[in-house]
């Protein structure tokens, strides 16, 4: 077995890649949240356009998940709940925006079902922050 390269775990162990890989994995959301919330019409819209009903009820849940789940995980506080957050919101958005197995073959399949198993990985990527903060905290 070979040892990790020494720059690897200098980097792995320096004290900003653990904030900065969270921010990495919820800038999207964050940005999302942002932009939603600045441009309200769109958000409506947005979600009127996947046949969520009533569509202004959803734009509020889906900025405020894309907000305070971010800043759960950022502050490191409660990062559970915020990782839970935001994998069970992106689970239910994989399955709402990105049905590639209702589409007929071609390049919009092709694209959904690209999309639904990035939104798997986010998914596993929330499950490792909340598993690597709660192994944080036990060893502190």
Known sequence: MTATPHFVSALLAWRPTWFLARLMLTSAYLLGGIVKLTDWQGAVAEQAHFGMSPPAFWAALTIALELIGPLLILTGRLVWLGAGMLGVFTLLA????????????GQERFMATNAFFE????????????????????DA
């Open 94 to 105: 994989a399955f709402t925006a990105n049905a590639f197995w209702a589409m007929p073959a």
């Open 119 to 138: 939104h798997i990985g986010l998914i596993g990527g929330f499950i490792l922050v909340a598993m690597i903060a709660n192994r944080k905290k036990a």
